[in-house]
């Protein structure tokens, strides 16, 4: 009877703890070219790569320590692919903090050193593929909750580069998928600009969007605004989007535009009038009425 006592015991408080653990994933923005013009700056609104690591794992050991269940995933988004940092392949999850460390560090010195080799000064190689980041992010979280469905899962993006209007489509249904899934996307923006894509990601699926205006204080910022977990975070006062630009990017040129025109069919955004749909290859009839000003697209997406 005291066996068995003492097992649902421990079955309790295993279940106590699935329901407070969390699944993290961070996506880094490793594109070389952007770091290196940060380093080589000084600018001091510029968070440099060495210090941005120190901060970063700082945040990662709060996380850990936060509760015994919880779990980490490592993305860095590179100008072609985007690769794991951790977990690799053949590594133990219950690594300590200082063990993580190391892994990351060798893992991204054989990645950087790769793409030294070909690197160019081309836009295209300056621009991280972040919609395959979000891909990689959501089919390892689809992973993880099939082996423990209560596991609460989020994403933190932490780019350095503006948006890339031709992965607009791509990454809005990594949006939508993750909205689907209730994974938080949270972003905490180091580039210049705000990131239009990452608004919607944040407001989208209910996580929370930050551009530090002193990136030396980024540790402050990621442990009040991204450390709580769900649940701890309907709780608090935490920053909240009031102007989200819901902007779409045409089919066509990949452009971002105020107004456009709209298959009936598919939903495919065009920037100007066409006899047929390019994606689902419906064709219009053309009339007087249909040369009229096109409707705004901010109403569709809304």
Not at 131 to 141: E, Q
Not at 172 to 194: P, T, W
Request: glycine share 2%; net charge neutral; aromatic share 8%.
């Amino acid at each position: 009877v005291q066996t068995r006592r003492t097992t649902m015991n421990n079955t309790k408080v295993a279940e106590i703890q699935n329901e407070e653990s969390s699944l993290l994933i961070i996506l880094m923005d490793g594109s070389p070219i952007l770091w290196n013009l940060r380093n080589e700056s000084k600018n001091e609104s510029d968070i440099t790569f060495d210090r941005f690591l120190d901060h970063i794992f700082a945040f990662i050991n709060a996380f850990l320590l936060m509760e015994s269940g919880n779990r980490l995933a490592i993305i860095v988004t590179m100008p072609k692919e985007s690769h794991f940092l951790f977990p690799l392949p053949d590594s133990d999850p219950s690594f300590q903090m200082n063990e993580i460390q190391g892994v990351v560090i060798k893992r991204l010195r054989e990645i950087v050193s790769k793409e030294d080799q070909n690197a160019s000064n081309s836009l295209d190689y300056q621009s991280p593929m972040f919609s395959g980041s979000l891909s990689m992010a959501l089919c390892y979280i689809n992973r993880i909750q099939k082996e423990n469905p209560a596991m609460n899962a989020r994403i933190l993006v932490l780019p350095i580069s503006p948006d890339v209007p031709s992965q607009y489509i791509s990454i809005m249904n990594c949006i939508f998928s993750a909205q689907k899934k209730s994974v938080l996307v949270d972003s905490c923006i180091l580039s210049k600009e705000d990131s239009p894509f990452l608004q919607q990601a944040s407001s989208l699926t209910g996580g929370v969007y930050v551009k530090p205006n002193n990136q030396e204080a980024l540790l402050q910022y990621l442990l009040t605004c991204f450390l709580p977990d769900v649940q701890s975070r309907k709780m608090m006062l935490l920053p909240v989007l009031t102007k989200v630009d819901f902007r779409a990017s045409c089919f066509c040129h990949k452009n971002t535009i105020d107004m456009g025109y709209v298959c009936s069919v598919c939903l495919s955004i065009f920037c100007s009038l066409r006899s047929s749909c390019s994606t689902c290859g419906q064709k219009y009839m053309m009339s007087t009425a249909s040369k009229r000003q096109p409707k705004q697209v901010v109403a569709q997406l809304g």
